[in-house]
């Protein structure tokens, strides 16, 4: 009898229902559930099947504000979703108190995660920003012990100095007598890339250079970020069958990757041949040698022993934290600096009072100690400042082991992404107060004039708890040393009507570069 009904009840539909009445009661269900989530969710809209991505779509060209007033809007924290199937959803966020939770106090519940890790593992393997749990906490501390020794912190300060004068310096004045324009950003790339090369890997890749030669591996290296990137904007049913089959953007990452594995590998070898052959890499000062050689006293215990895969991996690793973080954190410094005349004057000011006070004749070819750099207070302002207003990282992702709540009272179900936005954090008056947008270098000094730190939850820029930055005195050193020579020498005038905005990437890259001439002083 059920069945008849049934049967009888299809039937009627197929013979008065239409595809119009079917179509027009979808299109009816798509408008509810669009108006349902309009005044029910607090963030962007969430689109049936798409979730939040037609909105990031429509964005796309200025989505780092886009994400800011979104969250300004919400009160600091939202939801969001992917598209159905893709399995990406979770909560967006820019309230101090949520991260000081998720970095610090339940850091055992919010690590990078598979949903980050499964996307970069074929660029930085297991290599310390791609790992989580015991083998992050060995590398963290084997680096640690090596970057704060005085042999390093020695070595890295004189590898500095020694390329800021023998090539950037020499490369600035020739562009200078050219008369031409050209992009600090990319000079400061190539300026990073030989530096972190030469402080932690003992190699210097020439990028350099008067001539400014097309090396292979950065190239490779920064299209192998920029595709890994993609990953994370595509569901894993569109990115995996691309890459097992080699289409589109996954075949062009194939390659980038290959060329950055084989770099590191190369290294590696030659340097693991040396010590085969000498016993020992004492002679060597860089990051990589003193690592090499200290896990060689391990070789006994097998437990405390890495593999050349480790120490590759522990490269690409390095390599992607110092060249990139550093060269966009002075691109946006000069850029800032350029439009703000009065901070120019004070920095210039700043730097010619600590030139003052050395003992004899003032030197045509200024060198600067480590302790003039620590004088030099209101510079540390300003890049500080500029790092609120332009982080280098501008969104940082955790993934929820277990089911959570969050300070503000949101609820983070297991396996949810939680993605905190730097960037949105710099721009927010809750946090910042009304003077949020403004490049204020005096925000950061206090009434002795001396340079006062912010909570490390407040200003996320190196990271939090756990995780903070190993190499924060590097990079702060590296940016005040190409910062203090250069405006020494030169003031900065960028091209008149060239648009800089930023660019959606891991890293705030400006989209058009920084086109601008020096002027000497």
Not at 9 to 19: C, E, G, K, P, R
Not at 174 to 191: A, C, I, N, P, T
Not at 330 to 358: C, G, M, S, Y
Not at 448 to 473: D, H, T
Request: aromatic share 12%; hydrophobic share 40%.
């Amino acid at each position: 009898m059920t069945r008849k009904l049934l049967f009888c009840a299809v039937d009627w539909l197929y013979a008065h229902i239409s595809f119009w009445d079917i179509g027009e009661a979808l299109l009816g269900v798509f408008i509810f559930s669009c108006m349902h989530q309009k005044f029910t969710n607090k963030g962007p809209m969430l689109w049936p099947l798409f979730g939040i991505i037609p909105s990031m779509i429509v964005h796309r060209d200025n989505i780092y504000n886009w994400a800011t007033r979104a969250l300004v809007k919400a009160g600091g924290t939202f939801h969001y979703r992917g598209v159905l199937m893709g399995g990406a959803y979770g909560i967006a966020t820019a309230d101090p108190s949520n991260i000081e939770y998720m970095v610090k106090t339940n850091f055992k519940n919010f690590p990078k995660g598979k949903y980050y890790r499964e996307r970069f593992l074929d660029l930085l393997g297991d290599g310390i920003f791609n790992a989580d749990g015991e083998l992050w906490k060995e590398q963290r501390q084997m680096a640690k012990s090596q970057m704060h020794s005085t042999r390093f912190m020695e070595y890295s300060f004189q590898t500095m100095q020694d390329l800021v004068h023998e090539k950037l310096l020499k490369l600035t004045e020739k562009l200078v007598k050219s008369g031409d324009k050209f992009d600090l950003q990319e000079v400061l790339l190539r300026f990073t890339l030989d530096n972190i090369c030469t402080a932690a890997l003992g190699v210097d890749p020439g990028c350099l250079s008067l001539d400014l030669p097309e090396v292979p591996f950065a190239k490779a290296f920064e299209e192998a970020t920029e595709f890994s990137l993609f990953r994370f904007l595509f569901p894993p049913f569109v990115w995996k069958p691309m890459k097992l089959f080699g289409l589109g953007y996954e075949r062009r990452l194939k390659e980038a990757i290959e060329i950055v594995r084989n770099f590191a590998q190369k290294i590696v070898t030659e340097r693991r041949n040396k010590l085969n052959s000498l016993g020992s890499l004492n002679d060597q000062s860089d990051l990589l040698s003193r690592l090499m050689d200290t896990n060689e006293n391990f070789k006994q215990d097998k437990n405390k022993q890495f593999s050349d895969k480790f120490f590759i991996d522990f490269c690409i690793s390095f390599i992607l934290a110092g060249r990139d973080t550093t060269s966009v954190a002075l691109a946006w410094f000069f850029w800032l600096v350029h439009k703000n005349p009065k901070v120019e004057t004070k920095l210039f000011t700043e730097i010619q009072d600590i030139i003052a006070q050395r003992k004899g004749k003032h030197q045509d070819n200024v060198k600067f100690t480590v302790e003039e750099l620590k004088k030099m207070v209101y510079l540390q302002a300003a890049l500080s400042e500029s790092l609120r207003v332009y982080p280098s990282v501008p969104v940082e992702m955790k993934q929820a082991m277990e089911d959570d709540l969050l300070p503000d009272g949101t609820i983070v179900k297991k396996g949810a992404r939680v993605v905190y936005s730097i960037f949105s954090m710099g721009r927010m008056e809750s946090i910042w107060g009304k003077d949020c947008l403004e490049f204020k270098p005096e925000r950061w000094i206090n009434e002795e004039g001396e340079f006062v730190s912010e909570n490390q939850f407040k200003y996320a820029v190196f990271n939090g708890g756990p995780r903070l930055c190993i190499g924060k005195k590097f990079g702060y050193m590296q940016m005040k040393m190409v910062a203090a020579s250069i405006m020494l020498r030169y003031s900065i005038k960028v091209v008149e009507g060239h648009n800089v905005v930023p660019k959606v990437s891991t890293t705030l890259y400006m989209k058009n570069g920084l086109n601008l001439r020096f002027l000497k002083r």
